[in-house]
């Protein structure tokens, strides 16, 4: 087990090296094969050749690739100076570099913008986890009613409407028209926790309804599924309540095909909900993600990225160990 | 259904278990599935019956149907009498049922590894169906229980074996733990869905002396359902043959085996192997499949596989026959359209032999 876990976590780690790798490199070279300079990027077009030639010394512009690579993943590990001669700027670790536009070190905006994203992702997870199953469930034990086509209409809707418009719809319906919430903002938790609940209350829902409707359907199809099996019959056959079949015998395995999907789902989402937070004008990673690629602003989309990847890398192998413990089947080692 | 005055006021006692005319029935999108057709049947405690046929022909639905596993499917119609120990269960209460199954009945499933839950322990599973219908036993209580049968059952190393998972069992011990998970109440009827089908044939023998062992010490009614004549022969005082959701024979194990009267039955014997004759060419099957239970054929549902379905006019073909005494003695009967004379002419001279 603690061989399995080392072996995982060395994986992780090289995983997200290569991420890195290909990242930067993507997003160094290209600015190259394009013809556009990252120097440039960096202090406007119309510098003067000389500045541009020392910004070029002091990020390191001139250095061949793989040498630069090494040291922006130097940089997140012990930190870097950036010299030019006698101007020596030191960026501690973790280092992701400055933003281009306003030469800001990148780490802390994100770390920043990290509760935001955080908020946002777990609190619609909770929403949509509750709404998916309980309907889910409800359709499955009722298919072929009128209330199993209903949830399964919505259901369909939820997953067809894209988020800019089921947003906007609730930002119209329920803040600008009915007035019954206040405008969407992030208010941290510790300062006060019912702002930060009204704050963020629209963005769960919207965002959940769009989840909730995918798990709605998984968890009905993975139920009909589960309540064919022998093992249910079994149960029954026992004299069990029809409520410990469904309850118990139904559920746990019923549910278990959800959890893969949900870390990978949370995953995701930690690492920005990009459309989400611009929606809402939520200044997390997404936002940060979608401005840095707005702006061509390298270091802060290499940041993100590798933010979005730590995350997915992260709830991959939570999962994986967490099968070992939901399913008895599965042995690691 | 009609239930006749008399069946109230009858003069003898009920038997343990008695059904009578069950018509158990499913709505599904292709149409009615006839499952199971005016059964009716008897059966005391300490007593084994055999019900035999193919697969499809009604046997488990009958048998789910006494347990009254049908009552959670929105599109099941069952009606008709199921008497267990003086109560009738098909007009009973849902909850009622629900505390007689598992607890008075209990049923031993076809394939062991299916019919446990994947993440229970085999012990959680056995505990509960020995907590709901002992609520007030403590956990150590039914652990102590479960662990004993499991003991009973031969499993060895019982204490081990309650937290292993279904999964860690071989086939003939997760057979044995499904048993001890059906006896864990002391049912007064046992109903064993083709409990052997699954194993190995040295496990079978096991499991079937072990269903017979267990019998013996609870003196419980067990229902034996299969579609392997042998462990009809070796188990059951009663047998019942279905075909299409129908009893087609019924009587004495011993009378059935020796002067069977339906020539489907003579089909199922003619297609055993067996050791105790010399090597012929081959094995006799009865030709054909098994009929759709949405669109039975007419007359006889077996006429279209019978080689002697044209012998006596062609009522076969347009006219269901009724099990009726077969008038050989014993109470053995038989729906075939067949005179008496010709089915005991037709055995001897034509099918026997080739036996």
Known sequence: MLAYLIRRLLNAVVTLL?????????????????????????????????????????????????????????????????????????????????????????????????????????????????????????SALRRGSVWDRGVMTVALAGVSLPIYFTGLLALT???????????????????????????????????????????????????????????????????????????????????????????????????????????????????????????NDLPTILGVTLFAAFFIVIMNLIVDLLYGVIDPRVRLG | MTTTPESVAGANPRPYLEVKDLNIRFETDDGIVQAVSGSSFSLEKGKTLGIVGESGSGKSVTSLGVLGLHRTRSNAKVTGEIWLDGEELVTSTDEKVRLLRGGKMAMIFQDPLSAMHPYFTVGSQIVEAYRVHHPRASKKEARERAIDMLARVGI????????????????????????????????????????????????????????????????????????????????ADDVLVMYGGKIIEKGNAVDVFQNPQHPYTWGLLGSMPRLDRAVRDRLTPVKGTPPSLINLPDG??????????????????????????????????????????????IFQQEVLPNL
């Open chain 2, 300 to 345: 006889c549902a077996f006429h279209p596989r019978c080689p002697f379905a044209g012998r006596n006019g062609t009522r076969s073909f347009t006219e269901v026959p009724l099990l009726r005494d077969a008038e050989v003695g014993n109470g053995h009967m038989v729906a075939c359209h067949l005179p008496k004379e010709d089915r005991t002419k």
């Open chain 1, 18 to 138: 290569v991420v890195t790798l290909v990242t930067f490199g993507v997003f160094f070279l290209v600015p190259k094969a394009t013809g556009s300079d990252p120097a440039l990027l960096y202090i406007g077009k119309q510098a003067d050749p000389v500045a541009v030639e020392g910004i070029r010394t002091k990020l390191g512009l001139n250095d061949p690739i793989i040498v630069q690579y090494g040291k922006f993943v130097k940089g997140i590990v012990a930190g870097r100076d950036y010299a030019n001669g006698p101007d020596v700027t030191h960026c501690s670790a973790p280092c992701l570099g400055y933003t281009f536009k306003t030469n800001q070190e990148v780490w802390p905006i994100l770390i920043k913008a990290l509760p935001v994203t955080i908020s946002l992702a777990i609190g619609a997870a909770v929403l949509w986890v509750l709404m998916g199953i309980l309907f889910g469930v409800i």
């Open chain 2, 156 to 235: 060895p190393q019982p204490e081990r074996r309650f937290s292993d998972y279904a999964h860690q069992f071989s086939g003939g011990m997760r057979q044995r733990a499904m048993i001890a998970m059906a006896l864990i109440n002391d049912p007064q009827l046992l109903i064993a869905d083709e409990p052997t089908t699954a194993l190995d044939v040295t496990v079978q023998a096991q499991i079937l002396d072990l269903i017979r062992d267990l019998q013996e010490e609870f003196g419980s009614a067990v229902i034996m359902i299969t579609h392997d004549l042998g462990v009809v022969a070796e188990l």
């Open chain 1, 173 to 295: 319906i329920f803040v600008y028209g009915l007035d019954w919430l206040p405008n969407p903002e992030y208010t941290p938790f510790v300062d006060n926790p019912a702002k930060w609940f009204s704050g963020l209350i629209l963005p769960w829902v919207t965002l959940a309804f769009l989840f909730a409707a995918t798990y709605a359907r998984l968890t009905r199809a993975n139920m009909l599924e589960t309540l064919g099996e022998d093992y249910i019959r079994t149960a029954r056959a026992k004299g069990l309540r029809e409520s410990t079949v469904i309850g118990k015998h139904g559920l746990r395995s019923g549910l278990t095909p959800l959890v893969t999907v949900f870390g990978l789902d949370l995953g995701a989402l930690l690492g920005g909900a990009i459309l989400t937070e611009a929606v809402f004008n939520l200044r997390g990673l997404g936002y940060w993600a979608l401005n840095g690629i707005r702006t």
